[in-house]
């Protein structure tokens, strides 16, 4: 099957979610001073930050402290050290990096609503004092179908795709800048990508599909995610990890995690939080070349 009818699904997946407690509108204040526990937590993402996939998801700007995914577990671990911690969970299902892969996507007929460029970072709390962010999924979804559906043009894809992950390593490092000017104390945490082509959802397709899937998962994950070490970001390598491999990670979709791979997530970060850094991404692995290029 062509990779315009199979890539739909994940990039979409909002469906009906269990309602969850408000989150409080009250951001007043001083807010407190930098600090890997307690404070203010914002959460920038898809619709992972939601939990999408888990038995447990939640609606956008919830608090929902009984969720599943990552988020909501961060917070209970947050509040276990400080009782008063708040969220501002700003993940919106379908969004991309920027307004230009929005518009690639919407021109090839993926209905994409929001993009953390204009959508989520200008609407970081400045109370906030911890960060974290996952992006580039449905980027790289977008890309490939778009890339299937004639987006490229006469443009090769792969050079087409070099293009896009420059593009994308350019917005994150504007992302970053966005969300320290709205909150300068706070610290960030980003998570970088599997490479697609060996995650469950793309197993089975063709080669060139997931070679595709694999330039532009790997090239946002080092270019872009890898690269914001050196703006004082802490990256947390997903990439590399094993367990981003595993079938038990996924949910049904083999695109979202499930409840163990939401778990794994929240780990991986609230290890990282509670030690204030994170071992720096592996240069190179095995992972990055699942598939021959």
Not at 30 to 41: D, I, K, L
Not at 73 to 80: C, F, G, H, N
Not at 111 to 128: C, K, R, W, Y
Not at 262 to 272: Q, R, S, V
Request: charged share 15%.
């Amino acid at each position: 099957m062509r990779l315009t009818t199979r890539l739909l699904v994940p990039v979409l997946g909002l469906a009906l979610l269990a309602g969850c407690k408000k989150a409080s509108d009250d951001d007043g204040g001083s807010g407190p001073g930098p600090s890997p526990t307690g404070g203010h937590y914002t959460a920038l993402g898809a619709s992972d930050a939601i939990g999408v996939g888990g038995s447990v998801p939640c609606l956008p700007f919830t608090d929902c402290p009984g969720g599943t995914g990552y988020v909501p577990r961060i917070l209970r671990s947050l509040r276990e050290q400080d009782a008063a911690t708040r969220l501002t969970n700003i993940g919106l299902p379908g969004a991309v990096m920027s307004r230009e892969v929005q518009d690639i996507g919407n021109g090839v007929g993926i209905g994409i609503n929001n993009n953390f460029l204009q959508h989520e970072a200008p609407f970081v709390p400045p109370t906030t004092t911890l960060v974290t962010i996952f992006a580039g999924a449905n980027d790289a979804n977008t890309l490939a179908t778009a890339i299937d559906r004639g987006a490229a043009g006469s443009v090769d894809a792969n050079t087409y795709i070099d293009g896009q992950v420059a593009a994308f390593a350019e917005d994150y490092r504007e992302l970053v800048a966005i969300v320290r000017g709205r909150a300068p104390a706070a610290r960030i945490y980003v998570l970088n990508l599997p490479n697609f082509a060996g995650v469950p959802f793309a197993v089975g397709r063709s080669t060139r599909d997931r070679q595709w899937l694999q330039r532009l998962s790997v090239g946002f994950s080092v270019q872009g995610a890898n690269a914001l070490v050196g703006l004082n970001v802490t990256v947390v390598d997903l990439l590399c990890n094993p367990r981003s491999y595993q079938s038990a990670t996924y949910s049904s979709d083999g695109f979202h995690p499930g409840d163990a791979g939401y778990a794994y997530l929240a780990d991986e970060l609230i290890k990282a939080i509670a030690a204030g850094s994170y071992p720096p991404p592996a240069a190179s692995c095995a992972q990055m070349t699942i598939v021959p290029r």
